[in-house]
């Protein structure tokens, strides 16, 4: 500093001039410089302000994607329930819904985004429908679940084709016709639902928690410099600033508040653009539109207000929001005056000392200018990996969100993680042993397409790694293969074409152990702090997610097993409903069988003693009577005595009677024998195996013992049975158990056309039965047994041959003779038995059985 001294106290007016000559122009063309320089600055500071701010409104705006995009796949994965296709094959089935709602709880509770889940047939009524009741989900009781029907989103949801989404506006929620307080946003996704056969079923709707997206939004608006909101379409603010000035669409009492009137000329310069970025007098504003809907498969309408009435549909390319930052002039200009100030200092240093160091400044100033330039670079670097490592965790939160698929998982973590670090290859690893080989699995890479791909198997001693190294180490940190001190590992890595490597294992709560390699391969990668300390915090969510997905696949499994033993636990009460009720009637019949049996074996004896003494007696008669006519004619005057006592008996009356009497009772008797022979031959205990069979001496046995049921009653007429017989062969059956059959059916028969007059309603047609048979074919023959009683429902058919069903009072019923006579045909005899009936149309019964048993084998 001796030499500046010098020349300034040299009092000389020459050098002194010379001094202020070479001062004043180098002073200004400091100055000049020193201007430029603080343009420069004001220009790069700005350009870096809108670049800043373009990335602050683009990430938001995929933020909004991906949750949008997550929703979607909830409703997806929802759509696929076993539980719900179960349901819509069967309706009315309650262990379908009680299975639904419980996946719906788990599901809600396991997600924390949804208000509510639910299931709703075509008719608008909620048949599933689970509340979050802030953050403690639970199923609504059947009896609070409300009709939907005149709801806008229910109505066009149901119009959708399958595969179509609907999803509603971002609104606040409105509950019997009020807002909501507090204030709750929310967005409505909803689908149609079709069964197995292509039939529209209902509509699964998901009531998502908009304050989810908007708090999103607003961490992904944290780097921006001023504020950052969210509008809808007409200028109404979704989120801003300040929270008053948010809803004004749906708040009467805001409905000034918009971004239109607050800010009118930075509204008109973005009313007809997409995006973009300008300045006013309120400041910079820089803008995105975010079109939330996917032409392929969602469109939306409704109402922009609380309760004004459904709007047209809104394409997808006309429902947009828009993503808006705004700098304020203060903050837009605070760097620039500061630099003015600064420069202003810096320039009043240079004229003091300009004569001397004005080379030094200049170099000072460009070392300077070189290593602010570094200094953005590196920390630009550092933004954009801090903000890639930000980007990666929610697109790895998105993706568990999405499916719980570990392979969807660890496919995504390769992808990003290879992306984020811009290297060569990356691959995920699991530990693995079988028996005394241990080795590491390559399952899932991400790599350039010209390298080839290296998933597969490799010997743990081949690489020179073993679990235990890994862990001890923490991590495999390698700049150059070429330094690697182990000798193994450094050959197999230069075999596999590495120069650099970074490898972090992952450590979950099963045990199981896992490893993230990155690696590079055209040349030496020095691995960066910052880009260690990425990879950790990625190794932390991705060691979650994969307990997660294991989580959820247990859950799968147990509830597939449960299930699955549910079901046989259903399989064996229908096998002992069936074997129970088998027992039950052939205990009964066979007890019946044997009283028949015996009642007819103790009357026909006696009945055969009658029957046969009767022609004796009407002979001894005859000839008794013709002897009084032989006295009456030789002794023609009788004494007093005798011709008072024929006066008494009347005789002539008597001789006529008498012999009536006889032929009265000698018909009885026959018609005793008959019934004693019915009686016989519907039990049938002395034919237990099957034989060849007249089917109409059985029918005709079992309307001889149902004649008395068949009679005029006080409540109703005669039964009319009309008898439509075909000439049919003998048929080989279990003759007593067709008779089982004809004696159910009949009785049902009977029992409809009582049923039929004993109703309030005035029938005046006469109760008939038809019986008609028929050959079907050479081996088939058909009985057809029809009553015109009241008729059965769908719903009553469907279940008549089912054990213990019965639409008969207590007491008049066990349930058991149809499934009972079901089982007979069926089972065994190997015909058909069905039921054609409608209500007030009557029933018919028609069996239908083979000629010969080996002909239902296809033999005959």
Not at 151 to 177: A, C, H, M
Not at 641 to 651: G, K, M, R, S, V
Request: net charge neutral; glycine share 6%; with cysteine.
């Amino acid at each position: 500093m001796a030499k500046p001294k010098t020349i300034l106290s040299i009092d000389s007016p020459g050098l002194i001039k010379q001094f202020f000559t070479l001062f004043l122009p180098i002073s200004a063309l400091a100055g000049s410089i020193l201007g430029i320089v603080y343009q420069a600055e004001v220009k790069s500071d700005r350009k870096a302000i809108e670049i800043r701010e373009q990335r602050n409104v683009e990430l938001p705006a995929k933020s909004i994607a991906s949750d949008f995009s997550s929703v979607v796949s909830d409703l997806k994965f929802l759509t696929a329930q076993n539980e719900l296709k179960r349901l819509l094959e069967e309706p009315e089935s309650q262990r379908s819904r009680r299975g639904m709602g419980q996946e719906y709880l788990a599901f809600s509770q396991y997600k924390n985004i949804y208000d509510q889940i639910r299931f709703l047939d075509t008719a608008g009524q909620e048949i599933v429908r689970v509340n979050f009741n802030n953050g403690k989900p639970s199923i609504v009781p059947e009896p609070e679940l409300q009709s939907q029907v005149k709801r806008y989103w229910f109505n066009d949801t149901l119009k959708l084709n399958q595969g179509e989404i609907f999803v509603s506006p971002l609104d606040l929620n409105v509950e019997r016709g009020k807002i909501e307080q507090p204030l709750k946003p929310m967005i409505r996704f909803s689908t149609p639902v079709f069964d197995s056969e292509g039939t529209k079923r209902g509509i699964v709707v998901l009531n998502y928690l908009g304050a989810n997206l908007l708090d999103n939004f607003q961490r992904a608006c944290a780097a921006t410099l001023g504020q950052c909101m969210l509008l809808n379409a007409d200028g109404f603010w979704l989120k801003s600033a300040e929270p008053q000035d948010e809803w004004g669409f749906m708040l009467p009492e805001r409905k000034n508040k918009t971004f239109a009137k607050q800010f009118p000329e930075a509204w008109q310069k973005m009313s007809g653009n997409n995006q973009g970025q300008f300045e006013t007098a309120d400041g910079m504003f820089t803008y995105i539109s975010v079109y939330t809907l996917r032409e392929d498969q969602k469109f939306s309408n409704g109402s922009i207000k609380a309760f004004g009435s459904r709007l047209v549909q809104v394409d997808a390319k006309a429902y947009k929001w828009k993503i808006v930052s705004r700098v304020t002039p203060e903050i837009l200009y605070a760097k620039s005056q500061q630099l003015l100030v600064n420069f202003l200092l810096i320039y009043a240093g240079l004229v003091v000392g300009i004569g001397i160091v004005s080379a030094w400044i200049v170099r000072v100033r460009k070392s300077n200018q070189i290593a602010q330039e570094e200094l953005k670079e590196s920390e630009a670097r550092l933004r954009e990996l801090q903000e890639g490592e930000e980007l990666l965790k929610r697109r790895l939160s998105s993706q568990i969100r999405n499916s719980l698929d570990l392979d969807a998982i660890l496919k995504t973590a390769v992808e990003e993680i290879r992306d984020l670090l811009l290297i060569d290859r990356c691959q995920f690893f699991w530990y693995k042993t079988d028996g005394e080989q241990v080795y590491w699995e390559v399952i899932r890479e991400a790599k350039n397409p010209e390298l080839p791909s290296l998933i597969g198997v490799y010997p743990a001693k081949e690489m020179g790694w073993r679990l235990e190294d890994v862990l001890a180490m923490g991590m495999l940190r390698v700049d150059d293969i070429g330094t690697l001190s182990n000798p193994m590992g450094q050959k197999c890595l230069g075999l596999l074409g590495y120069t650099s490597l970074l490898a972090l294992p992952v450590q979950t709560h099963s045990g199981v152990v896992g490893m993230v390699s990155c690696g590079n391969i055209r040349e030496i990668r020095h691995w960066h702090d910052r880009e260690v300390e990425s990879l950790q915090a990625i190794v932390e969510q991705l060691a979650i997610a994969i307990d997660q997905a294991e989580l959820y696949r247990q859950s799968r499994a147990s509830a597939a097993l449960a299930t699955a033993q549910a079901e046989k636990l259903q399989q064996a009460l229908h096998e002992l409903q069936q074997t129970q009720a088998q027992l039950i009637q052939t205990e009964k019949m066979s007890g019946l069988g044997q009283l028949v049996a015996g009642v007819a074996h103790e009357i026909n004896n006696p009945v055969n003693f009658i029957y046969g003494n009767l022609t004796h007696a009407n002979t001894y008669a005859q000839d008794l009577l013709s002897l009084i006519q032989l006295y009456l004619q030789n002794y023609p005057n009788p004494s007093d005595d005798i011709q008072t006592y024929i006066e008494e008996i009347e005789l002539e009356y008597l001789t006529e009677d008498f012999p009536k009497i006889l032929s009265s009772m000698k018909l009885g008797a026959e018609r005793i024998r008959q019934i004693v022979l019915s009686l016989r031959n519907f039990s049938r205990l002395d034919e237990a195996q099957m034989k060849p069979v007249d089917i109409h001496e059985g029918i005709d046995s079992t309307l001889l013992i149902l004649q008395n049921s068949l009679k005029e009653k006080s409540d109703r007429p005669a039964i009319e049975v009309i008898k439509e017989y075909g000439n049919l062969p003998l048929v080989e059956c279990y003759a007593g158990q067709i008779n089982q059959v004809f004696m159910n059916i009949l009785s049902n028969g009977i029992d409809a056309l009582e049923q039929r007059h004993g109703s309030s309603k005035i029938d005046d047609r006469s109760p008939t039965i038809r019986i008609r048979t028929q050959v079907l074919n050479t081996h088939w023959i058909a009985v057809g047994i029809a009553d015109n009683g009241v008729g059965m429902t769908e719903a009553v058919k469907s279940k008549i041959f089912d054990p213990f069903y019965t639409t008969k009072p207590v007491g008049k019923g066990t349930g058991l003779g149809l499934s009972i006579s079901y089982q007979i045909v069926v089972d065994k005899h190997g015909g058909v038995l069905r039921c054609v009936s409608a209500p007030k149309q009557g029933t018919e019964f028609i069996i239908e059985i083979p000629v010969r048993q080996n002909c239902q084998l296809g033999s005959c």
